[in-house]
């Protein structure tokens, strides 16, 4: 059985930074952050391959770092200088085909960790 288990989320305040984890029981050749806010669409925030390669969204270009350990099967995405539209549930997913912010097929979700950022 697939698990995602994600954790890191919280509370900050303009400018800071969280750390998300997404522990996974299972390795696939992509893997990806999601996020949703409140009355929006779920959209793609990176996405990482299994070489180490990363795509990220326009808007955390430069503030947002994806990373992954093999060894552990563990996702990583790093949130710098974080903004209060960045307020959402953050999702973990494997399987996104294609292997980008666009794509909307994944295979298994995590259920989910919420980030509010005040101003």
């Known amino acids: 059985q697939v698990q995602l288990v994600e954790s890191g989320g919280g509370s900050v305040q303009t400018g800071g930074s969280l750390r998300l984890s997404c522990a996974a029981t299972?390795?696939?050749?992509?893997m990806g952050w999601f996020r949703q806010a409140p009355g929006k669409e779920r959209e793609g925030v990176a996405a990482?391959?299994?070489?180490?390669?990363?795509i990220y969204a326009d808007s955390v270009k430069g503030r947002f770092t994806i990373s992954k350990d093999n060894a552990k099967n563990t996702l990583y995405l790093q949130m710098n200088s974080l903004k209060p539209e960045d307020t959402a549930m953050y999702y973990c997913?494997?399987?996104?085909?294609?292997?980008?912010?666009?794509?909307?097929?994944?295979?298994?979700w995590g259920q989910g960790t919420q980030v509010t950022v005040s101003s």
């Open positions: 997913a494997t399987d996104v085909v294609p292997c980008t912010v666009a794509s909307r097929m994944v295979g298994y």
């Open positions: 990482i391959d299994s070489d180490g390669s990363p």
């Open positions: 299972y390795s696939s050749y992509c």
